[in-house]
């Protein structure tokens, strides 16, 4: 049982250029979500989804994408990486119907640089 | 939407001694508030967590408490340990609905051996 794994755990991208950020659970959670971590900010929620095939906005969604077509993943796509998008960025997933619990566990992180 | 203030935003306390976190939160709808624990570099991991529907919850060495008429909520943490110093964020969403947490800003806490 791996819980969620995130990759890659670094990136350095110019701006303008896009790149995907990729999320699996193995914890059959209905739950998934994608936060942001800046210092001195604390964690702000980029997008989250309910279950396969349902995406929402968070806090600050602009200049990501997301999708959900199956359980396990959930990948988060910059379109056009600016400067502003230098972060750390978690995955987190909860909620399992079987073991009753809404726990958020979070991944290990990926810490991107955007020149 | 909601909106949690987490204080103080950096503590030092001397081993042995016991440590106090305060976060207040604006939306009355909110019955669940986590805490973390993030360690440099890693990832945030829960330790405790408590709803509306109870006061306080304690486990071991850590406590929460809750003051839902005042919107507060308080991490407390006795007899410190150096393995204690990280950074320490708590949170705050609808039960049913912790896809989508507000943070606090986040406390360090640092002690001291």
């Known amino acids: 049982n791996a819980g969620v794994t995130q990759t890659p755990k670094f990136q350095v991208l110019k701006t303008g250029q896009s790149m995907t950020l990729q999320c699996a659970q193995d914890?059959?959670?209905?739950?998934m979500s994608w936060y942001r971590q800046d210092p001195g900010m604390g964690l702000r929620l980029i997008h989250y989804?309910?279950?396969?095939?349902?995406?929402d906005q968070g806090e600050v969604p602009n200049g990501y994408n997301v999708s959900r077509s199956t359980t396990e993943d959930f990948p988060l796509r910059l379109l056009s990486a600016a400067p502003s998008q230098t972060s750390v960025y978690f995955c987190?997933?909860?909620?399992?119907?079987?073991?009753?619990?809404?726990?958020?566990?979070f991944g290990p992180g990926t810490r991107l640089t955007v020149l | 939407g909601e909106n949690v203030e987490q204080h103080p935003s950096t503590l030092s306390v001397q081993e042995g001694d016991s440590a106090v976190i305060k976060c207040t939160y604006s939306?009355?709808?909110?019955?669940?508030f986590p805490w973390y624990k993030q360690e440099l570099g890693k990832r945030p991991q829960l330790i405790i967590d408590?709803?509306?529907?109870?006061g306080e919850k304690k486990d071991q060495r850590i406590a929460v408490t809750l003051n839902k008429t005042a919107k507060h909520f308080s991490l407390h943490i006795t007899e410190t340990q150096p393995e204690d110093s990280a950074v320490y964020f708590c949170a705050a969403s609808m039960r049913g609905s912790n896809y989508k947490l507000t943070f606090g800003k986040g406390t360090l806490l640092t002690v001291n051996p």
């Open positions: 987190a997933s909860s909620y399992s119907r079987d073991a009753h619990t809404d726990t958020q566990y």
């Open positions: 989804s309910v279950g396969a095939g349902i995406t």
């Open positions: 408590i709803r509306s529907n109870v």
């Open positions: 939306d009355s709808a909110s019955n669940y």
């Open positions: 914890m059959n959670h209905e739950y």
